[in-house]
């Protein structure tokens, strides 16, 4: 069974710029959720769907920060424009309904954005 | 506010020594723990959760953790480490209830360093 897929994988971009995250969840998980990882420490929760419906996006910085899962599979989070504190590891996880509920998340390997 | 805090950045220990990677939280109602393993490039992979029951869990890789109410506690256990195990290990919980589903708030995260 092929895991969640992330991509680019790493990142370099000047500040101001755009820059976008793709990630293809696990077949038949109807929820995905999108954390970023600052160095040193552990995964913040961004932005959760189910199928397409974001339910919980209080975390999200909705002024340079946007996501979408369009059809309820694959999802892009994009960031415009960058920020120097925007350097960090953009963590996609995906899990069944019943997942979700008792924590049982499977991560992708993350993207890594390093703004300059 | 929920929290989770790992006291300690890095663990050592001998190869075919007993391990213990310590995590204590603050929720408020009861918690769901959960442990999460990262090795270097991977995605995180969930190892073992409490919700209720037994407060000894058994998880993969022979890991175990020990919910303990009244320290309010979750510290993840081996009995014999294996190089192999080495590793960033993050603690995290979640409150109780269908509207925090997904909501993982992880701790900073523990480097365990197995030597043979």
């Known amino acids: 069974e092929a895991g969640v897929v992330q991509s680019p994988r790493y990142k370099i971009i000047e500040k101001k710029q755009p820059v976008a995250f793709w990630c293809n969840p696990i077949?038949?998980?109807?929820?995905l959720y999108w954390y970023l990882q600052n160095l040193g420490q552990g995964p913040e929760l961004l932005i959760r769907?189910?199928?397409?419906?974001?339910?919980?996006d209080s975390q999200l910085p909705k002024d340079r920060f946007s996501a979408e899962r369009l059809k309820g599979v694959d999802s892009t989070l994009k960031i415009q424009p960058a920020e120097l504190g925007d350097s960090a590891v953009y963590l996609c996880?995906?899990?069944?309904?019943?997942?979700?509920?008792?924590?049982?998340?499977?991560f992708g390997e993350g993207s890594r954005l390093t703004v300059l | 506010a929920q929290s989770v805090a790992q006291p300690e950045d890095q663990v050592n220990v001998a190869e075919g020594n007993p391990l213990t990677v310590k995590c204590t939280y603050s929720?408020?109602?009861?918690?769901?723990l959960f442990w999460y393993v990262q090795y270097p490039n991977r995605g995180l992979q969930f190892l073992l959760k409490?919700?209720?029951?037994?407060?000894l869990v058994k998880g993969s890789y022979g890991f175990e953790a020990e919910f303990n109410k009244s320290q309010t506690s979750f510290h993840l256990k081996k009995p014999s480490a294996l190089v192999s195990d080495s590793a960033l290990y993050f603690c995290?919980?979640?409150?109780?209830?269908?509207?925090?589903?997904?909501?993982?708030?992880f701790g900073q995260g523990t480097t365990l360093q197995v030597k043979p």
């Open positions: 996880a995906s899990s069944t309904r019943q997942g979700g509920s008792t924590g049982e998340l499977f």
């Open positions: 077949s038949g998980h109807n929820t």
């Open positions: 769907y189910e199928n397409e419906e974001a339910v919980d």
């Open positions: 929720v408020s109602g009861n918690p769901y």
């Open positions: 409490y919700i209720t029951g037994d407060n």
């Open positions: 995290a919980v979640r409150r109780s209830g269908s509207s925090n589903t997904g909501k993982l708030i």
